[in-house]
């Protein structure tokens, strides 16, 4: 980075990233600060890498890791963010709630610092090892005993018998109601008062103030009722959550504990994935679960990897072909070399890259909660007004007003609406990840929706990327085999791609090679040798001019392959042309089905490729592209991504993650093809897109608007039956109870609707 070029691509990229608050450039030393909330700079130096620079961090600082068991929502997040913005030398905080871990950004001598006041909040915070495989699973709490909230919950009701029954002594319905309250709120109550001693009204505060609110204007039986029924939706809400936090674990559990490896004296033994060392030799039985990353060195079998790469189909390999973890082995026995160990497999990076998607928050999930930071003090305020201003100014009786308000209080926890967005966007990025889309954060899963224009790079894109023999056209009648073992044989001399893909041909079709004598490559123009006495060429338009064999039927067949979008090479002998073939490189099958899903969903398609403009304008056609631009450099895509975003239009680029990396930066999304085994590739793409298969970007478009359409729907859901209960409230027809049940049954709302998403 040297010059202002360099900057303002870094610059552009570097600003849509989630945590990053500002950027100062020294060209002069070729040095960049960044002012971040990031957990660390690894997503920082892995998106400068994929502009094709090297960063290196001078001074990253100290991040840690730390689990937290009691941290499952926002509540809870909120209160630590509070108190940890007070600690000096905190740099960042990033929250994972599903899997309960904190990761802090901090100087080397605030950690004890960290830890006492996460313990002063009243939590158990476990510092993990920097060792610790990524994609360990996360231990699940133990199940609190129920016995508990069952005894709460018949002397609830005992004490609502008592009242309505009007049974002496008077006292006895106060005495069930404090047991009620004591068996199932004291962890409520705990929770209140550090809320309030970090004066935070979370959904805890709130709750004990109104429950002492009720107990001290005389309303025993309902201040029982509103505990424990709180206590249940909170139960009834935990378990809930657990069903997103399991779809994390369930790709997790893909991979075995155990492996077959091959020991030094040649038998096998069943060990633990976590030990197998990088170049060990595993075995794995039909039906078996592969556990590690390798390649094939013995056998053939077919592999699913749906849940890797999400194929519905079975894929065959044989030796050389790569395997990945958690895939499963269906027909035959496989030896392979293990390519990477267990915590730096593509499973492994999967999980790990989805668990730090979760950090990164959404635009609505940051307007919810900015939202939430207005919404509850405001309510809180405007419960005050409404128990004080009635009784001094309207007359109005204060055991009525005061009740109201304890009320309002339990209607004004935002809990609803702020657990909606983090529940709903997991549960995108857990449902996109089953199906190989790997989405790296919530602002690209919410952004999807609004593509409008995408630009697609041709080869390994729409095109294969191999190119293979389409044409042989013999222009001597009579000799068509002994021709094409000529053309044959000199190829299979030559490491040219066009030359391999004629020999590949030939080997399909098991021609005969011939010997080849005083061979020679002709740079820029082709091959020739000797067979048989035969002094033989084959080659390009240019040197079959350069002979002097050109004649204008030759000219106009060359003419001809060449605006179909393919390679033509001739074969000649001294005399005259003898046969010429053509190579192209072949479109995916795939490929027509996406381009179509593509233009149903209202987005525009245009093909970048440096090819010539014949060869795109030609496969533009086989697949239904709206615009084709050929010869292009890297500067002319990046230029035509600025062009299109001048416009309005949002853009994806669609490209290999490296080749591509300036236009891949710019665009607003850009999409990695076929990043199963590509560390650059999953750790550079906003989307990474596990096979080939261009149609997970139609379905990645399809769950971005599903997952907007969940996101508004909870919104709504929200802050509409809380509407509807405040003024229920104010006009003296809600009670305690059944504040509880609007609040928390529709945060249990929220969750199930956005849960619906991992059946997407």
Not at 58 to 87: F, H, N, W, Y
Not at 493 to 510: C, G, Y
Request: glycine fraction near 8%; charged fraction near 20%; aromatic fraction near 4%.
């Amino acid at each position: 980075m040297d010059c202002p070029t360099e900057q303002n691509l870094i610059q552009k990229k570097l600003e849509n990233m989630e945590g990053v608050h500002a950027l100062q450039f020294n060209l002069i030393q070729r040095e960049l600060s960044v002012d971040h909330s990031l957990s660390d700079t690894t997503s920082i130096t892995a998106a400068i890498a994929g502009l094709g620079m090297q960063a290196e961090p001078l001074d990253a600082g100290a991040s840690t890791r730390i689990r937290i068991e009691q941290m499952d929502c926002p509540t809870e997040e909120r209160l630590i963010r509070d108190a940890l913005g007070k600690v000096p030398g905190v740099g960042g905080m990033q929250f994972n709630l599903l899997q309960r871990v904190l990761t802090v950004s901090h100087g080397s001598e605030a950690l004890q610092s960290i830890l006492t006041a996460l313990g002063g909040l009243g939590f158990t915070p476990v510092v993990e090892q920097n060792d610790q495989p990524k994609a360990e699973a996360t231990p699940e709490l133990p199940r609190k005993s129920l016995w508990p909230l069952l005894v709460a919950g018949v002397a609830a009701i005992a004490s609502e018998v008592v009242e309505f029954a009007a049974i002496s002594p008077e006292w006895l319905s106060a005495v069930f109601a404090v047991a009620a309250i004591l068996l199932c709120g004291l962890t409520t109550y705990k929770k209140g008062w550090i809320a309030l001693k970090n004066r935070n009204l979370n959904i805890n505060a709130l709750m004990s103030i109104a429950v002492t609110g009720a107990v001290l204007i005389g309303q025993w039986p309902e201040a029982a009722m509103v505990m424990v029924l709180f206590t249940i939706a909170e139960l009834i809400e935990a378990r809930s959550l657990d069903r997103a936090r399991n779809a994390i674990r369930g790709l997790m559990d893909l991979t075995p504990a155990k492996a077959t490896v091959q020991q030094a004296d040649g038998s096998w033994q069943e060990i633990d994935v976590q030990a197998i060392a990088v170049g060990s030799v595993v075995r794995v039985r039909p039906g078996e679960r592969i556990g590690l990353d390798g390649e094939v060195v013995e056998g053939t079998s077919t592999v699913n990897q749906a849940p890797i790469t999400g194929e519905s189909l079975p894929v065959e390999k044989r030796q050389g072909d790569q395997v990945f973890a958690g895939t499963i082995n269906e027909a035959g026995a496989l030896s392979f070399r293990v390519l990477a160990a267990a915590r730096d497999t593509t499973l492994a990076r999967i999980i790990h890259a989805v668990e730090e998607a979760q950090g990164s928050k959404a635009p609505t999930q940051r307007f919810v909660d900015q939202f939430s930071r207005i919404y509850t003090p405001a309510v809180f305020i405007f419960a005050l007004l409404v128990a004080i201003v009635p009784p001094l100014f309207m007359a109005g009786a204060w055991h009525d007003w005061v009740y109201r308000a304890l009320v309002l209080l339990v209607v004004a926890c935002p809990c609803a609406l702020v657990i909606s967005t983090p529940v709903t966007i997991v549960s995108g990025l857990a449902a996109a990840a089953r199906k190989g889309i790997l989405i790296k954060g919530g602002v690209y899963l919410e952004n999807g929706r609004h593509l409008s224009a995408l630009a697609l790079d041709k080869t390994g894109t729409i095109t294969h990327g191999k190119p293979v023999q389409t044409d042989a056209i013999n222009l001597v009648q009579g000799s068509e085999a002994l021709h094409g073992s000529w053309a044959a044989s000199l190829a299979a001399r030559s490491d040219h791609p066009v030359s391999r893909a004629l020999a590949k041909q030939a080997e399909e079709n098991t021609v005969a090679l011939l010997e080849v004598n005083a061979f020679e490559a002709l740079a820029g123009r082709g091959t020739k040798g000797e067979i048989d006495g035969v002094q033989l060429y084959m080659g390009n338009h240019r040197l079959v001019e350069e002979l002097g064999l050109c004649s204008p039927e030759l000219e106009a067949s060359i003419n001809e392959l060449e605006r179909q979008g393919k390679s033509v090479v001739a074969l000649c002998d001294a005399q005259r042309p003898l046969m010429l073939l053509a190579v192209a490189d072949t479109v995916r099958d795939t490929s027509l089905q996406a381009i179509a899903e593509l233009h149903e969903l209202g987005v525009s398609t245009t093909m970048l490729t440096g090819d010539n403009v014949h060869t795109a304008a030609a496969i533009a056609a086989q697949v239904g592209v709206d615009d084709a631009r050929g010869d292009l450099l890297p500067e002319d895509k990046l230029a035509w991504v600025n062009e299109s975003q001048s416009k309005g239009l949002v853009v994806g680029m669609v490209g290999d993650g490296i080749n591509d990396a300036p236009a891949l930066a710019k665009a607003q999304i850009g999409f990695a093809m076929g990043a199963a085994g590509t560390d650059t590739a999953i750790e550079t793409a906003d989307v990474a897109l596990m096979n080939d298969d261009l149609r997970k970007i139609p379905a990645f478009v399809r769950l971005s608007r599903k997952t907007a359409n969940v996101l508004k729907q909870n919104i709504v859901l929200a802050l509409g039956i809380k509407a509807v209960f405040l003024g229920m409230t104010l006009t003296g027809d809600a009670t305690m109870w059944m504040a509880v049940f609007a609040d928390m049954g529709v945060s249990l709302l929220v969750v199930f609707n956005g849960l619906r998403l991992l059946r997407s």
